[in-house]
């Protein structure tokens, strides 16, 4: 039997842009992608802390460094720049794999969405 159990999170970055004539998705600063172990095209959900929305798109690969957390298509519409969001991906995996599999969780400056170092 698989279950599905959390593999990446990103806890609290910022919305920087909002662009509902895009296809859909949301684009996310390249150095927070690696450091969550994302991998682009890869289904998140996005919590909203400041509406409680919750919803799922897929990942594109931002520009390096950039902090960028833009919401693309039908997602734009879910958040507004400024607004904090958590970003999740989960994975399945046999109950034995996940008893003790440690899922990749960052926490970035909420004002830069940049790593801390």
Do not use: W
């Amino acid at each position: 039997m698989l279950i599905e159990v959390l593999k990446s999170k990103i806890h609290r970055v910022h919305v920087t842009e909002a662009n509902l004539d895009y296809i859909g998705s949301i684009t996310i600063d390249e150095d927070l992608i690696e450091a969550a172990n994302l991998i682009p095209n890869e289904k998140v959900t996005v919590l909203n802390n400041n509406n409680g929305e919750r919803f799922e798109t897929y990942v594109i690969k931002g520009q390096r460094g950039s902090g960028i957390i833009c919401l693309n298509g039908a997602a734009a519409r879910r958040a507004l720049p400024g607004d904090i969001v958590i970003i999740l991906s989960y994975a399945l995996m046999d109950a034995e794999e996940a008893r003790t599999f440690e899922p990749r969780i960052i926490f970035p400056d909420t004002a830069t969405n940049r790593l801390i170092k």
